[in-house]
């Protein structure tokens, strides 16, 4: 495996002691081996930050890969830039040697990070108090687990697929890998990396509390800890409590379960982990269900200030404490101190930015009439002449069209201005630029810039929401609720589009909320829009199992004359390509991985 093989020997790097001596006597070596961590806890801790410094879009907004997909294109063409290579990817040249999704080295030093955490922790002091021990070390452990988890999930996503006849997950490394380790090992099969999946996750579930918070009397001590001998609630607060917000707790583990059922029992993986629990619809649905009933079932779902434009809540990011939580998120990155970065990359160039994330005419399309009805719908009042009027508002709230007001200015489309189709190396390529995610009250003029704070959400509720809507949809169909929730499929896409779109009835919903076949496709489309721009759709297109034509949608933007106010709106057109082979359904093992190791077998056509 490609790694510091070094992790288990030395855990900081030499940091040498320099004086006016130095050109006279050697520098002391500070190296630091494992013993040293035992009585320096906060050296120890080093070691789980490894693992969350290592937690997929840890920080930023996102990866973006929808540049990857029929939903957006980049204008950026520097080398070896992130949506360069994802570009590069979409249009054929997708290796194993070249692979912009590549998570294999990565995720597996996270993993061996953690199983060293795991070996080591109950060799370490972290208080004089050994009940206060005792607490400290099972949250290490829950998260460690925890992480492990959500490593492992993520070269399931990555790099599980087909070979010779098998569907093929991870080798799986439980302990610490040594000089005298055998890396040369098979990829266990996809329904071994799930269970496996699953037993990290009890193992962490059951070390943490639901959420990181201060309890006020010895009465509130959790029963496992009573047991244990637990007398001082002071002690608990100090190991488990509010301070550790932002740490994986027990409801992140429940939603990290939702989506590893959800990926398991989805068509491109369903055929490979059968004969068990690990890839069933209900499973996943139940899981699900967990998380929702925990935030009050559908009255839960956040409303549209809070659940649909999070990231431009100025009061809400404005006013965050250490740790806490929006009303949306589940799991969220640190508040990052105030900044401009990804207002600089895409806000359009009449605003100082560089426009890098372009949707397409396909993703706008996909947005509904304000009735509910997709466009295509003899139903809707779409107008092609007028195409941005009357249509669901998540529209204008996620995409710059033309004639957009962004910070007081119109956004002018037709070629007027810098904002036009290709008229700079960073205008539009597709008539749109992306507003979702951006704070609109940064300024990027360089006479009296603006920052604002930013957050990265890791999981939000609305994701949790739309995994139980997709597998109860496909478990029991749209309208059942056989488990006596006091919501179905039906009902949580009800709640979504009334928020998105606030209207009191939805007469297309309603149409075909008995139709399993018409609810599925909802559902995706439901899922397109709400997660848009956070690296979702690469992903749920493969682990639908998408046609080999829907996979090479070309990505298409918008004809446009005339003038901002009296636009002239001509056929879509081809911005770019997509070139994917039927076998791209599955991401490949890295090629020197497999040039390394004779037991770890290449997905099926992958070179």
């Given at each position: ?6 992790i288990f020997?030395i855990?900081i790097l ?8 130095d ?5 002391i070596?500070?190296l630091?081996?494992?013993?040293d961590?035992?009585n320096t806890p906060?050296?120890?801790l080093?070691?789980l930050?490894n693992?969350?410094?290592?937690i997929?879009n ?20 520097i ?8 570009r590069?990817?979409?249009?054929g ?5 070249n692979n912009?999704?590549d ?5 597996n ?5 953690m199983?060293?955490v795991l070996a ?5 002091k972290?208080s004089?108090?050994d009940?206060?021990?005792l607490m ?9 687990y925890?992480?492990r988890a959500?490593?492992m999930?993520t070269?399931?996503?990555?790099h ?11 080798p799986?490394?439980l302990?610490e890998e ?6 040369n090992?098979?990829r266990a099969?996809?329904n071994t990396c799930?269970?496996?999946i699953y037993?990290d996750?009890d ?7 639901l959420?990181?918070t201060?309890?006020?009397s ?7 800890y009573v047991?244990a ?7 608990y607060n100090?190991?488990?409590g509010?301070?550790?917000l ?27 982990s059968a ?7 209900e499973?996943?649905a139940?899981y699900a269900?967990d ?11 956040p409303?549209?200030s809070?659940?649909?434009t ?18 949306e998120?589940?799991?969220r990155?640190?508040?990052e101190?105030v900044g401009?970065?990804?207002e600089?990359?895409?806000?359009p ?7 890098r994330i372009?949707p397409t ?5 996909a ?8 466009i295509t719908n003899p ?5 092609i002449?007028?195409?941005y009027?009357n249509?669901?508002p998540?529209?204008k709230?996620f995409?710059v ?12 489309i037709?070629?007027?201005?810098s ?6 190396s960073?205008?539009?390529r597709t008539g749109y ?6 704070r609109?009250d ?15 959400a890791r ?8 995994n ?5 949809n496909?478990?029991?169909g749209?309208?059942a609720d056989?488990?006596g929730?006091?919501?179905s499929?039906?009902?949580?896409i009800k709640?979504?589009?009334k928020?998105?779109?606030g209207?009191?009835?939805d007469p297309y919903?309603?149409s075909?909320?008995?139709d399993k ?6 559902i995706?489309n439901e899922?397109r829009l709400?997660?848009c721009?956070e ?5 749920d ?17 918008i ?7 009296s ?21 490949p093992?890295?090629?020197?991985e497999t ?5 770890l077998?290449q997905?099926?056509?992958?070179k």
């Amino acid at each position: 495996m490609t790694m510091n093989r070094n992790i288990f020997v030395i855990l900081i790097l030499a940091v040498l002691f320099v004086s006016c001596n130095d050109l006279v006597d050697p520098a002391i070596e500070n190296l630091r081996y494992k013993s040293d961590t035992y009585n320096t806890p906060n050296f120890f801790l080093g070691l789980l930050t490894n693992g969350y410094a290592r937690i997929p879009n840890k920080d930023g907004y996102s990866t973006f890969s929808d540049v990857a997909t029929d939903d957006a294109v980049t204008n950026d063409q520097i080398a070896n830039e992130q949506l360069t290579r994802y570009r590069q990817l979409a249009t054929g040249q997708w290796s194993a040697s070249n692979n912009a999704m590549d998570t294999w080295t990565s995720s597996n030093t996270g993993i061996q990070y953690m199983n060293i955490v795991l070996a080591e922790v109950d060799k370490v002091k972290f208080s004089d108090d050994d009940k206060a021990n005792l607490m400290f070390k099972d949250r290490i452990k829950g998260e460690a687990y925890g992480l492990r988890a959500i490593f492992m999930y993520t070269l399931l996503q990555a790099h599980a697929g087909w070979a010779n006849g098998k569907l093929l997950g991870f080798p799986i490394f439980l302990t610490e890998e040594t000089v005298s380790t055998n890396f040369n090992i098979a990829r266990a099969d996809f329904n071994t990396c799930t269970a496996q999946i699953y037993q990290d996750l009890d193992s962490a579930y059951v070390r943490l509390p639901l959420d990181y918070t201060d309890i006020t009397s010895n009465a509130a001590i959790p029963a496992r800890y009573v047991n244990a001998g637990v007398t001082d609630y002071a002690a608990y607060n100090r190991t488990m409590g509010v301070k550790f917000l932002g740490d994986v707790s027990g409801r992140i583990v429940k939603a990290v379960r939702s989506r590893v059922a959800l990926l398991a029992a989805s068509p491109a993986f369903a055929d490979g982990s059968a004969n068990g629990s690990n890839g069933t619809w209900e499973n996943a649905a139940v899981y699900a269900a967990d998380i929702i009933k925990l935030k009050g079932g559908i009255a839960g779902l956040p409303s549209y200030s809070y659940g649909v434009t999070w990231y431009n809540n100025s009061t809400e990011i404005n006013g965050l404490s250490a740790g806490s939580n929006p009303q949306e998120m589940i799991w969220r990155s640190a508040r990052e101190d105030v900044g401009v970065t990804n207002e600089t990359n895409n806000f359009p160039p009449t605003l100082w930015g560089n426009g890098r994330i372009n949707p397409t005419q396909n993703l706008v399309d996909a947005f509904p009439d304000k009735n509910g009805y997709p466009i295509t719908n003899p139903s809707a009042t779409y107008a092609i002449t007028d195409p941005y009027t009357n249509r669901d508002p998540r529209l204008k709230a996620f995409i710059v069209t033309n004639g957009s007001s962004l910070r007081s200015t119109t956004i002018d489309i037709t070629g007027k201005t810098s904002d036009g189709i290709n008229k700079l190396s960073n205008s539009t390529r597709t008539g749109y630029y992306m507003l979702k995610l951006l704070r609109q009250d940064v300024n990027l003029n360089p006479a009296g810039q603006t920052k604002q704070y930013h957050y990265t959400a890791r999981i939000r509720y609305t994701e949790i929401y739309l995994n139980y809507a997709e597998a109860a949809n496909e478990a029991w169909g749209p309208l059942a609720d056989p488990k006596g929730y006091g919501f179905s499929a039906y009902d949580v896409i009800k709640a979504i589009r009334k928020r998105a779109l606030g209207i009191a009835t939805d007469p297309y919903l309603e149409s075909i909320k008995s139709d399993k076949d018409a609810m599925r496709q909802l559902i995706h489309n439901e899922r397109r829009l709400e997660l848009c721009f956070e690296g979702f759709r690469f992903w749920d297109l493969r682990r639908w199992k998408a046609s080999l034509s829907e996979l090479n949608t070309s990505a298409m933007g918008i004809s446009i004359s005339g003038t901002v106010s009296s636009p002239i709106y001509g056929a879509s057109v081809v911005v770019e390509n997509r070139v994917y082979q039927s076998y791209m359904l599955y991401g490949p093992i890295p090629l020197s991985e497999t040039l390394k190791f004779s037991n770890l077998i290449q997905n099926d056509s992958w070179k």
